[in-house]
């Protein structure tokens, strides 16, 4: 599934995907930056991609959390560019579980942006399972990926994680405190959508602002280019 919305500002691309699940957010943000082709690539270089396109460079992630063991909280810093791993130059894994044998390929943004948002977690692992299993066979008989047996469903996720893993950031944490120290998963698409709601909400403010200055209207301020809202707006607020 590939986003097909023309959207032109921050306040678009928020006012679209305020409905959307996660995973199509992530396509529209990628597609908004120009980067149509992202979602047909594994999840872990839709990561990267997302994290390039709606962070600055050299703007690290701030994100706050809390230590599992004190409860004490910890402002953390990231940077977003050591985030995520490369994704490994095959994009298929081949897993061979006793008498079974599974070629799989990598899910990719398109695969999580087509899973139900209703459904439940063995729902949702089972089809996306069907999405990616490319063939299956026991002692050499073709099967369907819904009857393998679970160690061998379990090794083609352990291969498919192995072989992206930037699907899943890991960052590893440590508590000033008390000295603890627990990993935590980090979502990339999570900050790039915080990202451009602050971006929204500031062009927000800066219509609003223009809009009693002068009387314009919202399409005429968002027409104008970021250095002559900028400008006018130094000049209602120097």
């Known amino acids: 599934m590939t986003s097909h919305h023309q959207v032109g500002n921050a306040l678009d691309v928020w006012e ?49 959390t809390e230590c599992p063991s004190c409860g004490s909280q910890l402002d953390v810093e990231l940077d977003p560019a050591a985030l995520v ?7 298929q894994v081949s897993v061979v579980c006793g008498e079974y044998r599974v070629v799989a390929r990598l899910p990719t943004g398109d695969d999580l942006a087509q899973l139900s948002p209703s459904g439940l977690v063995e729902e ?26 679970e160690p061998v469903l379990l090794a083609v996720e352990s291969a498919m994680a192995a072989a992206d893993p930037g699907a899943d950031v890991q960052v590893t944490l440590s508590c000033a405190e008390c000295g603890a ?9 999570r900050f790039a959508w915080t990202s451009v709601e602050h971006a929204a909400r500031r062009l927000a ?28 707006l130094s000049a209602v607020a120097p």
Do not use: K, N
């Open 16 to 64: 679209i995907g305020l409905s959307m699940t996660p995973a199509a957010r992530a396509l529209l943000l990628l597609g908004a930056a120009g980067r149509h082709d992202a979602g047909s690539r594994p999840v872990g270089e839709r990561d990267r991609a997302l994290l390039q396109a709606c962070l600055p460079a050299g703007r690290w992630l701030d994100a706050v």
């Open 85 to 91: 791993a490369p994704t490994a130059s095959e994009p």
């Open 124 to 149: 949702l692992r089972t089809a996306l399972l069907a999405r990616c299993v490319v063939s299956a066979d026991h002692a050499g008989r073709a099967v369907e990926s819904s009857v393998l047996p």
């Open 181 to 189: 120290e627990w990993s935590s998963s980090l979502d990339p698409v």
């Open 205 to 232: 403010v800066d219509v609003h602002t223009l809009a009693q200055a002068y009387g314009w209207s919202e399409a005429e301020i968002l027409r104008l280019s970021p250095f002559r809202r900028r400008l006018y």
